[in-house]
């Protein structure tokens, strides 16, 4: 595409087999810059005649005088014969041809240039770099996926039917530098970042005319900062000097350029461990000189941390948790994010035991249920009461001779079941006395007063497991409860201490913002801002702050990680941006480490890099959703509503059951009295 972009406006004539793919391909990068043209495969020899002379006609009337041409030997033959009977292979044209289609016995156009790729006239050299780069390929699905998926019998010996899409993913994730330059595949098979040589016949001379962008140098300077989870720094202790699975980083003296050598681990040693891999190119890390991020010290015009290391070309990537914004993009190229961040509001969880005292026995249970509880217990037994009633009246209404004995018994038992005994034999069910009760004798009853022994079972073991949890219940008090907009935040008082990391992108978003919420933010935090995330959380724990802002992914880390679990990150990330990878402007790495990280995003390794280094211990993943609340959750009668309606469902079968004695009786008695 570079190559042809110094040749446009030019015609592409190919056969149909070759058309439709180098159509797409180039008119993606030169719209109307280039025409296409092509010959239909199985013409007689009199039709692809008159078909060449039609488009080599066009392509004069047109005015083009750069003609591309990807065709077989003998329909080359032809296109250059009309060529020269209509004039078209002097000196005012050029005619492109490509090295697989090299001519041979043909009398070739004055100007004519082979395009052909950088050391590939012997076909072995390509054949090395593919076979290499299928081994590595190879060698990269066998390392992930069990033996059982690999046919290694042959190509066709598949178990798993996705292996070809898998191998495939492997296959584009390889590169490296071969004998034919750098070697990779785009997801569509065609060949990224190749150089090429361009042949000039005429004056037996080869030109290279790589991609600018394709230029591999041996070594990259990259740097970086310590900040976890991102960059650790370990002693190294190999006489060796090898970090196994981190990277070597230099850490520059306070005075001087003298480095002393870590070992770096970390999501982003990661990240240029893959790159190296992936690019073929030695990527020295050192940590920033100054400690710093990057930004711009408006007294001096100066910029310090990465960035200024940037500018100044001290280093030519810069790769850490750096923010992307808008000031940075101004001096400095940036890459496609490989990390979607917001910033997190972080403080320290005080806990304090819940007061108890002389009535701490009914605070399990919050004071409505209380009262719903002892409303549906005497309820009962007021049902108990006159559904005795009611069935004593059925039974006497209809009674006969031959019941005088049950009846008489019945009598007795009316006359004994009084409202108040009622109403003990209600709470008896529920709280089990062991002294004698008078129970109702029709069964309406009975079934009423085993469904509240069932419901009321439940609510008791509820209570039980309540009490014993509200015994060893902490209040956790936080200095804010809805993080970035909380009134206390917005307008704070002399009381609230607010720091962020000086020099960050998120301290000139408060010192630069328009919105009066944030810049009151700043003006109490200008005083207490601290130089790291590691020192804020001294300071936060010390309580000499109580309010941490930093990136939101690094404070739910260090509330995660805190081995005492006493951080919290409050409310929802705000202003979302992304990490990216710094490079000097215009630099020819943009693109190849974009396409590179964009690659990484497809095929989650960014997932997988955050599952291995961001795993949490205190068990709140979901830490920015946090509030300041009570961890002990009193038990309302929304909780137990269930179990009020099955004694509703239970008290509405009881009646159903008395209707339905009440007309089984009068049915019998009609009956009898006809007899």
């Known amino acids: 595409m570079e190559i042809l972009r110094t040749w446009a406006p030019a015609a592409v004539l190919c056969n149909t087999k070759t058309y439709e793919g180098m159509k797409y391909l180039i008119t993606s990068a030169f719209r109307d810059d280039i025409k296409f043209y092509h010959l239909t495969f199985g013409l007689s020899s009199a039709k692809r005649i008159h078909a060449v002379a039609e488009i080599l006609a066009k392509i004069r009337n047109l005015k083009i005088n750069n003609l591309v041409i990807y065709v077989d030997q003998e329909d080359l033959r032809e296109v250059i014969t009309l060529g020269e009977m209509m004039q078209m292979t002097g000196s005012k044209y050029k005619w492109i041809l490509t090295w697989e289609n090299k001519p041979s016995n043909i009398s070739l156009p004055v100007n004519t240039l082979i395009l052909q790729p950088k050391n590939s006239t012997e076909l072995q050299n390509i054949l090395s770099d593919a ?200 001096v400095v190229d940036f890459t496609h994010p490989f990390m979607e961040i917001g910033v997190g509001v972080l403080v320290r969880v005080d806990r304090q035991g819940i007061a108890q005292g002389i009535w701490a026995f009914l605070q399990p249970v919050a004071a409505q249920l209380w009262i719903a509880t002892f409303l549906a217990i005497s309820l009962m037994g007021i049902l108990f009461w006159a559904m005795e009633r009611i069935a004593f009246w059925i039974m006497d209404k209809f009674a006969t001779h031959k019941d005088g004995e049950k009846h008489e018994i019945r009598r007795q038992t009316l006359v004994q079941f009084t409202f108040a005994a009622s109403l003990h034999y209600s709470w008896s069910t529920v709280v089990r006395t062991r002294d004698k009760v008078i129970r109702p004798s029709n069964n309406a009853a009975k079934i009423g007063a085993i469904s509240l022994a069932l419901c009321f079972l439940v609510f008791i073991t509820t209570y039980t497991a309540q009490l014993a949890a509200f015994l060893v219940a902490e209040l956790h008090v936080t200095p804010i409860t809805r993080g970035i907009q909380d009134g206390k935040l917005q307008h704070p008082g002399d009381d609230l201490k607010i720091a962020t990391i000086s020099g960050s992108s998120i301290e000139r978003f408060f010192r630069t913002s328009p919105d009066p919420k944030f810049t009151n933010i700043w003006k109490h935090m200008m005083g207490n801002n601290v130089p790291t995330s590691e020192i804020g959380v001294e300071r936060l724990k010390g309580n000499q702050i109580d309010v941490l802002i930093g990136d939101y992914n690094t404070m739910v880390y260090i509330a995660a990680k805190d081995p005492n679990c006493s951080l919290r990150v409050i409310g929802e990330p705000f202003f979302r941006s992304g990490y990216g990878i710094a490079l000097q402007k215009n630099s020819t790495w943009t693109s190849i480490f974009s396409q590179k990280l964009l690659q990484y995003e497809k095929f989650d390794t960014f997932l997988e890099l955050a599952h291995r280094w961001m795993k949490t211990s205190c068990g709140n993943e979901e830490n920015g959703n946090s509030v300041n609340f009570n961890t002990f959750h009193r038990m309302t009668a929304y909780d137990v509503s269930g179990m009020f309606v099955v004694l509703g469902v239970a008290v509405g079968l009881c009646w159903i059951m008395l209707a339905a004695e009440f007309y089984y009786k009068r049915l019998k008695r009609r009956h009898r009295d006809d007899q």
């Open 131 to 330: 076979a290499d780069l299928i081994k590595q390929a190879f060698g990269s699905y066998t390392n992930k996926y069990t033996k059982d998926r690999v046919p290694y019998a042959s190509c066709f010996d598949i178990v798993d039917p996705s292996f070809g899409e898998e191998f495939h993913r492997h296959i584009i994730q390889q590169s490296f530098v071969g004998k034919t330059g750098y070697f990779a595949f785009e997801e569509q098979g065609n060949r990224v970042n190749a150089e090429y040589e361009v042949v000039d016949l005429k004056n037996k001379s080869v030109r290279e005319t790589p991609p600018s962008h394709s230029r591999i140098p041996k070594k990259i300077r990259a740097v970086t900062a310590l900040s976890a989870p991102f960059v650790y720094l370990n002693q190294m202790v190999n006489i060796k000097h090898s970090c196994g699975t981190g990277l070597i980083c230099h850490v520059y003296a306070r005075e001087g350029n003298h480095t002393t050598q870590f070992c770096c681990k970390g999501y982003i040693i990661d990240i240029v461990h893959l790159l190296q891999t992936d690019l073929g190119v030695d990527i020295e890390v050192h940590i920033t000189k100054d400690g710093k991020h990057g930004s711009l010290d408006e007294k001096t015009n100066q910029w310090n941390g990465m960035i200024g290391e940037i500018i100044r070309c001290e280093a030519d990537i810069a790769i850490a948790d750096l923010t992307i914004t808008d000031d940075r993009s101004r």
